[in-house]
């Protein structure tokens, strides 16, 4: 599982300028000065101006991810170690500090977490077993390691299939109450019984029903989250694409007794990105809410740079992670790097949370830069779009620490 091409990285020379050769990518990190001052023909880096903080970097379609095969496949005294494994080459190898997790206790119909009244919960009729024990101590595990990093775990709850079952029922769908009860319980069930803190609630996942559906639901949630001691807010509208998330807020985009509920704009990727994605970004900006794209199969680079940098996001997903980080082997014993781990982990592995995405220009429209600051350093990695090896003058160097270049699979 190692990184690179084996070669060591040699010491920069005392120069003003220095070129390197570039194809894929490039990575500088403990950078104290970069293009601060002197000329700089290729790149440059605005210190002084600062865009999002960064949250985190998720593991879409729930934490379990690679971890559900293994599981389902070999006794638990063989699945839970090299699991353990799964999730902490995730956490220290790629970077991964969150997950969206999968909503506990509701039954198909609607009814397993009380006895008509959706203000308590019956938790004798609370069906715990949607959550097994083993899949608990996964989750349990992942957060701990993160928290032993120094981050704090941003989970999020989505609808699982006994909650999307019940999207059509009635007395469910219809009852903001009822729909709310779903995510609370879970909520208050993951902290009470495993210490799980979940940061946000989805309503639904990619909605296909009214606005005033979901905008019900959640003035119905807020005040009961609160109620419950819990400090989960709603993700909204985590709709598939960013045109149709837009499609969610335009209609409330002056209902105060919803949006003071609302922690976060999430969104899919699979549809009509922009200009939307601008949009979410700068109405976040407005409200005081950070952005998110929480779901896309198989992104390139190409992908994260723009939800970065159009979309504003602060946290940012790699959708069904177990086929496009760690591959397993024919016997479910070992995991190694996907063919498309490196392109993400690149970023991931070096811009830890914290970190404030500040201002990076280009004179050659081909190389894409990104730039981060944190703790006093600034990291940077820039993207070679062009078919071409390019060289990049960088001037006013000092005490910089280059990590191989490594070309895109």
Request: with cysteine; aromatic share 12%.
């Amino acid at each position: 599982m190692g990184e690179g091409s084996g070669d060591e990285p040699k010491a920069l020379p005392d120069s003003k300028n220095v070129g390197w050769g570039l194809n894929s990518w490039f990575v500088l990190s403990e950078l104290l000065a970069f293009c601060c001052r002197g000329f700089c023909p290729d790149v440059v880096i605005q210190p002084a101006q600062a865009f999002q903080t960064i949250a985190g970097w998720g593991h879409g379609g729930g934490v379990l991810g690679g971890t559900a095969w293994t599981e389902s496949m070999l006794p638990q005294a063989v699945a839970d170690p090299v699991n353990y494994q799964y999730l902490d080459y995730l956490t220290d190898d790629l970077g991964l500090t969150g997950t969206r997790t999968w909503e506990v206790g509701p039954r198909i119909d609607g009814t397993g977490t009380d006895d008509g009244d959706c203000e308590a919960v019956d938790w004798n009729l609370f069906e715990a077993d949607t959550l097994s024990a083993q899949d608990a101590s996964y989750l349990v595990h992942y957060q701990n390691r993160i928290l032993a990093e120094g981050f704090q775990p941003s989970f999020y709850s989505s609808p699982g299939y006994p909650t999307h079952a019940s999207d059509s029922k009635p007395w469910v769908l219809n009852h903001p109450g009822e729909r709310a009860q779903q995510i609370w319980a879970s909520s208050l069930y993951l902290k009470t019984n495993y210490g799980i803190n979940i940061s946000y609630g989805v309503i639904y996942n990619e909605p296909s029903m009214a606005y005033t559906i979901l905008t019900d639901d959640i003035k119905a949630l807020g005040p009961r989250f609160l109620a419950q001691g819990l400090a989960t807010q709603v993700q909204y509208a985590e709709a598939v694409a960013p045109q149709t998330d837009w499609s969610y807020i335009t209609p409330v985009l002056n209902d105060p007794d919803m949006w003071k509920y609302v922690g976060r704009i999430s969104y899919h990727d699979y549809g009509t990105a922009d200009p939307y994605r601008s949009y979410l970004r700068d109405f976040g900006s407005f409200k005081g809410l950070t952005t998110a794209q929480t779901e896309m199969g198989d992104p390139l680079f190409e992908d994260l740079y723009n939800d970065l940098t159009l979309a504003g996001v602060s946290y940012w997903e790699v959708a069904y992670s177990a086929a496009l980080t760690l591959t397993n082997n024919t016997g479910l014993t070992a995991f190694t790097p996907s063919g498309t781990y490196f392109r993400l982990r690149e970023l991931m592995h070096y811009v830890r949370p914290g970190a404030v995405r500040i201002g990076a220009v280009s004179g050659d429209p081909s190389l894409h830069v990104l730039a981060f600051s944190q703790n006093g350093s600034v990291t940077t990695i820039i993207e070679n779009t062009s078919a071409s090896v390019q060289t990049i003058n960088l001037s006013a160097l000092q005490s910089i620490k280059p990590l191989p270049i490594r070309n895109e699979v």
